[in-house]
């Protein structure tokens, strides 16, 4: 009986080839023969879903679990700080499925297929393979170059020669202190582990490993000649080039291969693979790429469901292709939770030879020409185990690149499934093609400050003005409270899309770090969300106590002031999140006082990116372009005034859609940056003081390529953890409380405002300029002038120090506290224009405090 018959008998009894270790052995591996000059025999995995069908949940649960005791072994904090390496082609799947299991860190694979405007990173050959050039082509080459954990994955670990060759690449210009070898098996002989243990030594490294299992094969002297021997006998003896090789000169015990079939046209499926996600992890694959596979991998199963036989599909076989390992196998694992029965393999383009015999681990082979235009050329590539294994249907799932003519050729490899398999589907993968522009990798994630991919941003990428209504009509309805935010539904509708369920979030110095040396934008992750103490608390609510008043009377004022130079009804558009609260206050204040219900939207807008033009499309489909104000909290030295101004001039440019006025109204100028406000006056805005615990629970905007496609909102998260301490209603109610007893100072404040010269002077940047001079600093962006800014310095970033004016008071209580707290310096300086100054650390690395980044004193 087959299943009793260990499928390594027929090499071991010819060959005298034997496994020699723990009784798992057997069930992990069988053994074959190939064609190659350097080793004839070949470990066969019944768990790697490479060569022998197997159940896509065991395939994805072997590498998973490693991948757990990877990450076991390391710890979270080295795990978040490692990158996972897979070997093509065999291991590209396992390599992911491991990555998985650590969950925290990016992923890449070696290939043997070079990408057009892709550098190498790194290469190296695989001494036993019969194709042997590995490239390593990461997205953002930096990827690779950090100094935490690297994770080899191969599905067996025979000499170790591969992982040799790769460390001694990579080592030489990338050191590291650690590495991690993970296989399914470790079938070393004892002077191959010497090596190994002598060469972590040689670089100073400790390397480890983790494996499901471990022995050696015995080899009796000979063996690759006579194994060549027997190979070339066999295979002159098979009858035919084409398709199925049951090659064994003599009867066979096992069931007779069918003949091929009269065959039908293939049915393809579009899967509408999410946009952004990569087909793989040849250019790297992040955490953050896998929550949105999972998100997408419903519609996508349900989509394959529906192109298999109606009548019930009975055994499905679903087909990767050579490196293409990892989406399939998603795939085939939620087809198998979908309640199908369903098995997984790939196609390879390693030959083996076939033996249609229980004891032999090949049992049948289909032969088809290479579909992909590979780099080395034409040449014959094999599916093995699929002809005779009963299969009533096969998914085909290729890349876009590998969708060719020779794919659907007469002597194809759809043409050979179809001579087999009842019910052919084509699932096609668009191929990942990586931007030509900078990388906003190098991200300082919890996952890492690893790569993750780059895409243009959506503001970035023209759309003819004819596309506009269409586009818009695509992108889903505002988020609203309670599902999105702790703000009332008709408070706000936020255009943002949410990633609540994304880890984004890193420590403040890493981002630092990150951001200035311009590894990352600041939008491409998020700082940790700050928890005040009772002290600091205690002071928020002080201040909210003191400064309601003086904050309702601007946002009369401000309110009124938009009301008396719009003659349609105002659309109000916040710049998320600092400007949200005040475009509610501005909200209630025209409905409290003259019963108009303004339409209320949040938008991202990110200072170097621009405003989230999906955004503006959205709004252009649904209101007058002319009837939109933007709001914001208060400005600073003006930067983001002027980046609106910039975007929604490229906006109009690209998309032929006018209308937008780039004017932003805001509660406070302290920099003279703006027309329309409630205040000049830099003053404690309670709001400030807080994050998301003041802003409805949703964190700063995100704008990430792998999460924010073309046709995306940028996104932002909702701390629905942080219920608790959400004091964002107890402001709004606190300030609006106010509306009556200010009411009559807001009429004599709008009077004399719309009678007023309130050009800007753009005094507060000038200011920002000389600072950063006589400071040593030379960037402006360094500098964040006004109560606001500051706070927001010792919230996010990594202050260096703080310039106060002389003589202030309670409007700096809480800056005082906060910067007591991080150990931060408060300078008292005469003629400052603001209240005070932020000073981000220049030049930071961790652990520098002076300005030239050199100085090192511990806080």
């Known amino acids: 009986m087959d299943d009793v018959v260990w499928s390594g008998t027929w090499v071991a009894e010819r060959l005298g080839v034997e496994l020699i270790g723990g009784e798992e052995l057997p069930g992990l591996l069988g053994l074959a023969l190939r064609r190659n000059p350097k080793r004839a025999h070949l470990l066969v995995s019944n768990v790697l879903g490479k060569h022998v069908p197997q159940r896509p949940s065991v395939v994805h649960g072997a590498g998973y679990d490693l991948g757990v005791r990877v990450r076991e072994l390391l710890g979270e904090e080295e795990a978040a700080r490692a990158v996972v390496l897979g070997y093509a082609e065999t291991a590209t799947g396992l390599g992911h499925s491991v990555a998985d299991g650590v969950g925290l860190a990016p992923y890449l694979h070696s290939t043997r297929r070079p990408v057009a405007g892709v550098a190498p990173a790194g290469g190296f050959e695989e001494s036993h393979s019969h194709a042997t050039s590995h490239l390593l082509l990461p997205e953002d080459p930096k990827l690779l170059a950090g100094d ?30 650690r590495y991690v070898i993970v296989a399914l098996v470790d079938m070393r002989t004892p002077a191959d582990r010497d090596r190994l243990t002598g060469f972590a030594a040689e670089i100073g490294a400790r390397v480890d490993l983790l494996t499901l299992a471990a022995g050696t094969v015995g080899l009796p002297e000979g063996v690759l000649e006579k194994g060549q021997e027997l190979v070339a006998r066999y295979e002159t003896a098979a009858s035919g080039p084409s398709a199925v090789r049951a090659a064994d000169g003599a009867p066979q015990a096992g069931s007779p291969v069918p003949a091929p079939r009269d065959t039908a046209s293939p049915v393809r499926v579009d899967l509408d693979w999410p946009q952004g996600v990569p087909d793989g992890g040849r250019h790297g694959f992040t955490p953050e790429h896998r929550s949105r596979l999972e998100v997408a991998l419903p519609a996508l199963t349900a989509r394959l469901a529906e192109a298999l036989p109606p009548a019930g599909p009975g055994r499905v076989l679903v087909l990767g292709f050579e490196e293409l390992m990892y989406a399939p196998l998603a795939l085939g694992v939620a087809l198998e939770e979908h309640g199908l029965d369903v098995s997984y393999s790939t196609t390879t383009r390693s030959p083996v030879l076939a033996v249609d015999d229980p004891g032999y681990a090949i049992r049948t082979r289909l032969v088809f020409p290479a579909h992909d235009a590979p780099a080395d050329g034409p040449g014959e590539r094999y599916a093995y185990n699929v002809a005779g294994a009963g299969f009533d249907a096969v998914v085909a799932v290729v890349d876009s690149v590998a969708d060719t003519p020779e794919l659907h050729a007469p002597d194809g490899l759809l043409a050979r499934l179809a001579e087999h398999i009842p019910h052919v589907v084509l699932a096609v993968v668009p191929s990942y093609v990586p931007s030509c522009g900078p990388a906003s990798a190098s991200l300082p994630s919890s996952a890492s400050i690893a790569a993750s991919a780059s895409l243009p941003s959506p503001a970035s990428i023209p759309a003819p003005a004819t596309e506009a209504p269409e586009r818009s009509s695509m992108l889903p309805e505002p988020l609203r409270g309670p599902a ?81 130079e719009r003659t349609g009804t105002p659309v109000l558009v916040s710049l998320a999140r600092a400007g949200t609260p005040v475009g509610v206050l501005m909200r209630r204040w025209a409905q409290a006082r003259h019963d108009l219900d303004l339409p209320h939207y949040a938008v991202s807008i990110v200072r170097g990116r621009g405003i989230d033009a999906n955004a503006l499309r959205w709004l252009a489909a649904h209101h007058d372009p002319a009837d939109v104000v933007f709001v914001d909290g208060w400005t600073g030295k003006g930067a983001i005034t002027r980046e609106l101004a910039e975007a929604i001039g490229e906006f109009e440019r690209a998309e032929g859609i006018a209308g937008f006025d780039p004017e932003i109204a805001v509660l406070a100028d302290p920099g003279s940056c703006v027309r329309t406000y409630g205040t000049r006056e830099d003053f404690l805005i309670p709001s400030a003081c807080l994050n998301s615990t003041v802003s409805g629970l949703i964190s700063r905007t995100v704008l990430r ?60 940047w000038a200011a920002v300029e000389r600072i950063s001079e006589e400071y040593g600093i030379h960037d402006v962006n360094l500098v964040k002038p006004g109560v606001g800014e500051t706070t927001r310095v010792l919230l996010r970033r990594v202050p260096w120090k703080i310039l106060a004016q002389r003589g202030a008071g309670a409007d700096l209580a809480h800056v005082r506290l906060l910067a007591e707290q991080r150990g931060v310096p408060v300078e008292e300086v005469d003629g400052l224009p603001y209240t005070c100054v932020g000073l981000i650390h220049p030049q930071y690395t961790r652990g520098a405090t002076g300005a030239d980044g050199k100085a090192v004193v511990s806080q």
């Open 705 to 764: 390529a792998d999460l924010v496609g073309p046709d995306d909102f940028h996104g932002g998260k909702f701390y629905r953890e942080l219920a608790g301490a959400d004091v964002s209603n107890h402001f709004l109610d606190a300030v609006a409380a106010r509306f009556d007893e200010v009411a009559d100072d807001v009429d004599t404040a709008v009077k004399e405002l719309l009678a007023a010269d309130r050009t800007p002077t753009w005094e507060g």
């Open 148 to 177: 935490g954990p690297l994770v080899l994955v191969d599905d067996e670990f025979s000499t170790g020669n591969t992982v040799l060759n790769t460390i001694r690449d990579l080592h030489e210009r990338y050191p590291r202190d």
């Open 484 to 564: 999105f935010s702790s703000y009332a539904p008709e408070e706000v509708g936020w255009l943002l899309q949410d990633l609540s369920d994304v880890e984004l979030e890193a420590p403040t110095e890493e981002r630092e770090e990150a951001i200035q040396s311009g590894g990352a934008h600041y939008a491409e992750s998020l700082p940790v969300e700050y928890q005040p103490s009772d002290r600091y608390q205690e002071l928020f609510h002080a201040a909210l106590e003191t400064s309601a008043a003086r904050i309702a009377r601007a946002v009369g004022t401000v309110t009124e002031t938009v009301l008396a």
